[in-house]
């Protein structure tokens, strides 16, 4: 989906520019615009266009004339950040970790002066969640100083740069369209393997969530053996356990049939808090010992408590580390102009439990 302004002009473009600049405190409330003359000369549009683009801004309620003195800020807006997300994150196995994610956003939005603006949709598509946040009526850019999202924008992000919102997603891969926080998950699995492998154990077997679309499981899958062959390890592709979200007690079932087979593996790389509940519970029922029978490592949420025997090792994205880099890079495009689209890789932290080697061994592990 392609989204475009159909009847877009040149007036429009220098009303919401101006309203943009405003809003992001250029002009306070009774500074005096620059001159007509001035504002034309600046952006190499003709009176009328001027005249007609700040006529806009005072029927806004935001500019107001004084005869014989001039064009003046009368009145501005707390500037607003929207964070955009979807129902669906709420509903999935990594609620915790989208949850505490906004949490972190919004305070960093919040201890910033800027009020914060949840907009949740819904939808298929990107149409539908569009029509859902309302991202395409006018009033959102009059409203919005800038986009923090937690999902992929996709087209939204084409649709918010042709609109000159400045936008920032925090996601698993890079976005086509505006600046992006990316989860490094191949430092994630990097860093996995090297505590498997300062260990002595390379016979892993990795679960994962599985999503909506076949499609999306399939590369899953295989970006996971490509990082891991990266790394020096082959595991067989059938050692890569996709757990359906909506049926995460297969874990439950794949690892009894794992562990029942004589090819038993030596370590555990969960990536997945709500599947790694499922196989702790499958650990402790089969009396298996940790980490003396297998090692066991967890992606999880920060803060993530697991109720098991053994403090596990788990790897990790702190929220607020991945907010605070997002608003620093929106900030840069409120404040600065024609900004570059960038793109920062977030690597993970690892917190070392005792599911890997015994306490008394612990010095095998030198992270």
Sequence with gaps: MKVTLANQTKTYELRE???????????????????????RTQYGV????VREAVLGLVNDGLLERRRGSGTYVCKTHTPM????GTLDMFAAPVCTYYRNLLDAIQREVADNGYTNALCIGSGDDEEDFA???????????KQSTGVLSVMSLRDLGEYLSELQIPHVSIVHHKEDFGSSVVLDYRELIRQGIGVFFDAGIENIAVFIAEGKEALQNR??????????????????EDWIIAV????????????KDIWQSDHRPEGLFVLDDTVCDIVLATITELEITVPDDLAVISASNAGKEFYFPVPLTQIFWEPDLLASTAWGMLQKQIHEHNVARETKMIPPQLSMGESVVNPQNMSRVNR
């Design 219 to 236: 590369r899953a899958k295989g970006r996971i053996l490509r990082w891991f062959r990266e790394c020096g390890l082959f595991i067989p």
């Design 131 to 141: 029509q859902a946040t309302q991202v395409f009526y006018r009033n959102f850019r």
């Design 46 to 49: 003709s009176n009328t266009t």
């Design 81 to 84: 950040i929207t964070v955009v």
């Design 244 to 255: 359906p979200q909506d049926c995460v007690q297969k874990a439950r079932d794949e690892l």
């Design 17 to 39: 520019h101006l309203r943009q600049e405003i809003l992001r405190g250029k002009w306070q409330v009774g500074d005096r615009l620059p001159t007509e003359a001035d504002i």
